[in-house]
């Protein structure tokens, strides 16, 4: 599954990709890709085909569920069929460990203050991160500056974990470096929608080896934000972590069950 890593060069380590919301498919974002010259991205669904993030008191149902599920399939589905993708699970309060069995390559872990919690005292929510970390996946985590925090220092202090956008939907840059996170060897950071002054800023005080291009789309565009990145002067070996060798280096760690292979 590992071996044919080597091809890739620019990965896109942050794009919603999804059929139910939107015309967020596969065959209308690839040709964004080719045109900024990436060769492959990281996938996850649309927030919208995972839950309803306008209702504080979203209550789950068999209903969205069975979207859940379509969600999460279509990812897995075009990695399946060969397209330059690496698709990551989007975990919610059902915690469904089973999906930890197939061939993802990291976790989507997603949340604003003002939208439905994650129940973090659920068993099945421990369970769920043990796996993970067994697995060696990767977690992109957005969630309040609180509930970041508490996630990375106790609930799961051996995951590896990347912050999107360098913070700034998970409290700010500012005050995850006021509590020390980005000083953590464990957790990286992507580049989307970030501020070239603040990527620049986190090259020179903490490692050009923690760092991912991501551009978020659709909420940036894959030119745009690699753009940014082109422009904050690294050499070529600096360029090469961040744009790919970096979440290659993630992905090579991951444990995949032998039926996977």
């Given at each position: ?11 896109d380590?942050?794009?919603h990709?999804?059929l139910?919301?939107?015309?967020l498919?596969?065959e209308?974002?690839?040709p964004?890709?080719?045109?900024a ?10 927030v ?5 993030r306008?209702?504080?008191?979203f ?13 999460n399939?279509y990812v ?12 990551y ?13 197939k061939?993802y ?6 949340r604003?203050p ?10 099945r929510c ?5 796996r993970?970390i ?5 977690i ?9 925090v508490l996630f ?8 590896t974990?990347i912050?999107p956008?360098?913070?700034?939907l ?25 501020h070239?002054?603040?990527?620049e800023h986190?090259?020179?005080?903490y490692s050009?080896n ?6 978020d ?10 753009t940014k990145?082109?422009?904050v ?23 995949f ?5």
């Amino acid at each position: 599954m590992l071996s044919e890593l080597s091809r890739f060069k620019v990965i896109d380590a942050h794009i919603h990709c999804g059929l139910q919301y939107g015309n967020l498919n596969f065959e209308n974002i690839y040709p964004l890709l080719t045109a900024a010259g990436i060769d492959a991205a990281c996938i996850f669904a649309p927030v919208e085909e995972i839950y309803d993030r306008y209702d504080p008191h979203f209550k789950d149902t068999e209903e969205w569920k069975k979207k859940r599920h379509l969600a999460n399939s279509y990812v897995l589905s075009l990695r399946e069929k060969g397209k330059p993708v690496f698709p990551y699970y989007f975990v919610w309060n059902d915690f469904n460990i089973s999906e930890l069995d197939k061939p993802y390559y990291g976790i989507k872990w997603h949340r604003h203050p003002d939208e439905p919690e994650y129940n973090y005292n659920d068993p099945r929510c421990h369970k769920f991160i043990e796996r993970i970390i067994g697995k060696r996946l990767p977690i992109v985590l957005e969630e309040s500056l609180e509930n970041t925090v508490l996630f990375i220092k106790e609930l799961a202090p051996g995951a590896t974990v990347i912050i999107p956008h360098l913070g700034a939907l998970n409290g700010s840059f500012e005050s995850l470096e006021k509590e020390g996170i980005w000083n953590l060897p464990n957790v990286y950071a992507d580049t989307a929608l970030a501020h070239s002054s603040t990527i620049e800023h986190y090259i020179k005080k903490y490692s050009v080896n923690r760092l991912l291009y991501g551009s978020d789309y659709p909420f940036g565009l894959p030119k745009t934000e690699i753009t940014k990145v082109y422009s904050v002067g690294l050499n070529d070996q600096e360029l090469n972590s961040v744009l790919g060798d970096n979440i290659l280096a993630l992905f090579k760690k991951i444990e995949f069950r032998s039926d996977h292979e």
